[in-house]
């Protein structure tokens, strides 16, 4: 039996050889692990047993990840997602990005790395006490505590990598980030090529915030500034 001090993993994946890996990795550093293997029951599990973390094949059996990924968000469930796929292609990668997942990794991967990047997740999605200051640029608000955003003080709804990406770049307005930073501190980890997924979500995260899009500069060649 699993040990569910860390709190309960959802693995949706219908390769038997890879979620029994999963299972045995995520088990060894205190989680509980739930695996599934088609998407319908994958996304009753999620609804039913509301895991701190899934871990989410593309390809499944039933409903594809994906689509699993969205009508979780659908239904207002932010449970962080690291999405898991034998395609790797800029367009796969940009869906489930767009559709609110916030990682991604290709098989064939090391479990450690999995494992690594669902704890650097979960740390992002806790709140820090030392980061509790509500911080501000122009018409966008941002309140750690509570993990809220408002744009012209309506509510705005962005997944917890995006939350700590603009969190992120608005704890020092004026200070270039650059990807490699970003990539580092925002998602716990580095890895060749990764950078893309900084762009991605930066790209997300400014087509949500509309016209207060400008708040967040590029600094081209370079990285990412928040203005004041």
Do not use: N
């Amino acid at each position: 039996m699993s040990d569910v001090s860390k709190g309960l993993v959802l693995v949706v994946e219908d390769e038997r050889p890879i979620a029994d890996l999963l299972r045995l990795y995520l088990s060894r550093e205190g989680f509980g692990v739930q695996v599934e293997r088609d998407g319908l029951a994958g996304l009753d599990a999620a609804r039913r047993l509301r895991p701190v973390a899934c871990v989410l094949d593309i390809a499944l059996p039933g409903l594809e990840g994906t689509e699993l990924c969205r009508r979780l968000r659908a239904d207002g469930d932010w449970t962080p997602v690291i999405f898991l796929t034998a395609r790797d292609d800029e367009i796969d990668r940009i869906l489930g990005l767009e559709l609110g997942g916030d990682d991604y990794i290709t098989k064939p991967f090391s479990p450690r790395e999995l494992v690594t990047r669902v704890k650097a997740l979960l740390r992002r999605a806790a709140v820090h006490e030392e980061a509790s200051r509500v911080r501000a640029a122009g018409p966008v608000t941002l309140d750690p505590a509570r993990r809220a955003v408002t744009v012209w003080d309506r509510p705005l709804t962005l997944t917890a990598t995006e939350f700590d990406l603009l969190a992120h770049l608005l704890s020092r307005p004026g200070r270039v980030f650059t990807r490699e930073e970003l990539l580092a501190t925002v998602w716990g980890y580095t890895s060749h090529g990764g950078t893309r997924t900084v762009d991605v979500h930066v790209a997300q995260v400014r087509a949500k915030l509309g016209e207060a899009s400008r708040v967040i500069r590029t600094v081209r060649g370079v990285g990412y500034t928040a203005d004041a």
